[in-house]
């Protein structure tokens, strides 16, 4: 069994920065093939950035492209979100997800969450 713990998140003001972090535990599987999510007050959960199937490659929401950074250290199982010129919007719960591999369609596990608030 996975277990995603998230950690990080916190208030912060506009402009301002946080780095979140995520470690993979229990079955192993390759952090390439994580990403992370997010879900804002009464929105849909939403895509923020994950890892593409190239070598070094990424990909992110528009919303966030430029902003965020998505990175990795396979030998401790974790996974970094920094996001810098943090915005309202930016507000919301955000998730740590992995795929069973790299060609999975889908996220099947899930972390907890945390919260991330960017207030004036």
């Known amino acids: 069994q996975v277990q995603l713990v998230e950690s990080g998140g916190g208030l912060v003001q506009i402009g301002g920065s946080l780095r979140l972090s995520c470690t993979a535990s229990?079955?192993?599987?390759?952090?390439?093939?994580m990403g992370w999510f997010r879900q804002a007050p009464g929105k849909a959960r939403e895509f923020v950035a994950a890892?593409?199937?190239?070598?070094?490659?990424?990909a992110y929401a528009d919303s966030v492209k430029g902003r965020f950074t998505i990175s990795r250290d396979g030998a401790k199982s974790m996974v970094y979100l920094e996001m810098n010129r943090l915005k309202p919007e930016d507000t919301g719960v955000y998730y740590c997800?992995?795929?069973?591999?790299?060609?999975?369609?889908?996220?099947?596990?899930w972390g907890q969450g945390t919260q991330v608030t960017v207030s004036s």
């Open positions: 997800a992995g795929r069973r591999s790299m060609v999975a369609a889908t996220y099947d596990y």
């Open positions: 890892f593409g199937p190239g070598s070094g490659s990424t």
């Open positions: 229990g079955q192993t599987f390759s952090t390439r093939a």
